[in-house]
């Protein structure tokens, strides 16, 4: 099956009443790791590469391991997304490669860090958007501005910096024809998101419900949504790592999310972690062992277990057998005649 587009299978998602977890990829054991999850699940996936990881594995190389995936597993509705594009030029090349799905995060000026002001994100996400559409790819844009860095993209601080205004993710979709949008409700990247399991002080949930109150039609997404579970921290730890003690975002949060309009999830750290337990234990029982498939596949099994588990969790098990994908050339056309506008019920004030 040719890659999907992200805007059906989030839109797929929406009428099933599930959410869609986006897994980031660097190499080729990762993106076997999350096939391997969605075809024991049955479920949709969408997959997505960050500009670090574009730069780390070479964009033709990882690009064509994801049309492997996707050739290998014609049941499964794959998109690939490009998580945190920091400029125009940077969609646009993804969009030209291939990519069904972009994210311009204009939250931050092209330098990945600095808070940009909400007419320059309109101004170039507007721009994206056009370009994208043109050609039926999704785009995903941001209002408000994130916790942490990752990759080196983030203006760093708590996630409590930046929190987004309801009225301005309104007049943001409006003006820019975004398909999903992240919002900032207090979650940062990494693995030190809270300092404790977090309440309704750090983690905004109320936040969420306004804006999709407002905006039925645009897909959220939750960013920095690792759970970080204690169990994956302690392998590492037991195993000669020195994480310090911290808590992600609880899976019973980002189910309410779902029920409230989040359709992609995105999850990174809790696959990095399940990645370098599985290595360290290896190294630390079989030290005489130097192939790296001894080490490698453990991994790759950790981190499959891992995804499997968040997508039941997120209720995307099972669907991927459910629609039949429509080819980007049509997806093009819906964006065209009106029939994909995500406009809001209630326009700004
Ligand atoms: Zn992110």
Redesign the pocket.
């Known amino acids: 099956m040719p890659l999907v587009s992200m805007r059906q299978l989030l839109d797929e998602a929406a009428k099933g009443g599930y959410g869609v977890g986006a897994f980031n990829v660097n190499d080729m054991e990762q993106i076997q790791a999350i096939m391997m999850a969605a075809k024991e699940t049955k479920s949709p996936v969408i997959v997505q590469a960050?500009r670090g990881a574009r730069q780390f594995a070479e964009d033709l190389y990882l690009f064509r391991l994801i049309q492997a995936a996707a050739e290998l597993n014609p049941e499964i509705p794959i998109a690939m997304h490009q998580?945190?594009g920091n400029s125009y030029e940077t969609c646009k090349s993804a969009i030209d490669l291939g990519y069904t799905s972009v994210?311009m995060?204009g939250s931050l000026k092209a330098d990945g860090k600095t808070p940009a002001s909400f007419d320059e994100n309109v101004e170039v996400t507007r721009k994206v958007v056009e370009y994208a559409h043109e050609r039926g790819v999704t785009v995903e844009g941001?209002i408000g501005v994130?916790g942490g860095v990752?990759d080196g993209?983030?203006a760093g601080g708590s996630g409590l910096d930046h929190i987004t205004d309801p009225d301005q993710a309104v007049e943001f979709a409006e003006k820019t024809g975004v398909d999903a949008l992240?919002i900032a409700i207090g979650t940062s990247?990494g693995a030190y998101k809270f300092t404790k399991k977090p309440d309704g002080s750090v983690l905004k949930m109320d936040v969420l419900l306004a804006i999709h109150k407002r905006l039925p039609n645009t897909h959220l997404?939750m960013?920095?949504s690792s759970s970080v579970p204690k169990d994956l921290q302690d392998i590492i730890n037991k195993y000669g790592g020195n994480l310090k003690e911290t808590w992600g975002v609880p899976v019973e949060e980002i189910q309410l999310g779902i029920r409230n309009g989040v359709r992609k999830i995105?999850v990174?750290t809790d696959n990095r972690l399940a990645i370098t337990g599985a290595i360290r234990k290896v190294f630390a029982e079989t030290p005489e062992k130097f192939d790296p498939r001894d080490y490698l596949k453990p991994a790759r099994e950790a981190m499959k277990k891992v995804v499997a588990q968040r997508m039941v969790e997120f209720g995307q098990a099972g669907h991927a057998g459910d629609y039949s994908p429509v080819s980007i050339e049509q997806i093009a056309k819906g964006y065209k005649d009106g029939s994909l506008s995500t406009q809001p019920l209630v326009t700004a004030k």
Request: proline letters at 0%; zero cysteines.
């Open positions: 960050s998580d945190h994210m995060d941001e994130l990752e993209h983030g992240a990247h997404v960013h920095g995105n990174d």
